[in-house]
């Protein structure tokens, strides 16, 4: 079958180098030199205005509670899980839902310890936040926990 034959080489293919990427560290002592300033400073206004957003399209979302980063490239975001159904148990849950549900895809945090939090990256265009914090709000509305 399929498996057999590919396996091998998309398991390769997967994972992921550990160690140095000897051209990037080659390349950034130029990087840093040769970025002007304001690339800087409109990267974190950028980033301020994207969290700006997000915080306040979620916390009308009784489901969720949002912390604004302190200077991350993503937010992270609370799963009330006793607030919503018996289906989502957990971030894992939510997360999977929700992708198949909305199309919208945080990483849950459980993965790095934090469980029943997703994390939200805040470098997509406005727009595209906007709209991905509109089906999470519809999404933790139809599957909160009935009184």
């Known amino acids: 079958g399929i498996n057999a034959e590919y396996g091998g080489g998309l398991v390769k293919l997967c994972q992921v180098i550990i160690g140095a990427n000897t051209l990037i560290q080659a390349a950034i002592p130029r990087i840093l030199s040769d970025t002007p300033p304001e690339f800087y400073s409109s990267t974190l206004t950028r980033l301020k205005n994207a969290a700006d957003i997000v915080y306040t399209e979620l916390k009308g979302v009784p489901q969720l509670k949002a912390y604004m980063p302190q200077g991350a490239m993503y937010m992270m975001v609370q799963i009330k899980v006793d607030q919503m159904g018996d289906e989502i148990s957990d971030d894992m849950k939510f997360v999977e ?3 198949t549900e909305e199309s919208v895809f945080p990483l849950p945090a459980g993965i790095f310890g934090i469980p029943n939090f997703v994390r939200l990256v805040l470098t997509v265009p406005e727009d595209v936040l906007r709209e ?6 519809h999404f ?3 599957h909160k926990r009935k009184l």
Do not use: F, K, P
């Open 140 to 142: 933790c509305d139809r």
């Open 132 to 137: 991905a914090c509109r089906r999470m709000a």
């Open 97 to 99: 839902t929700l992708i």
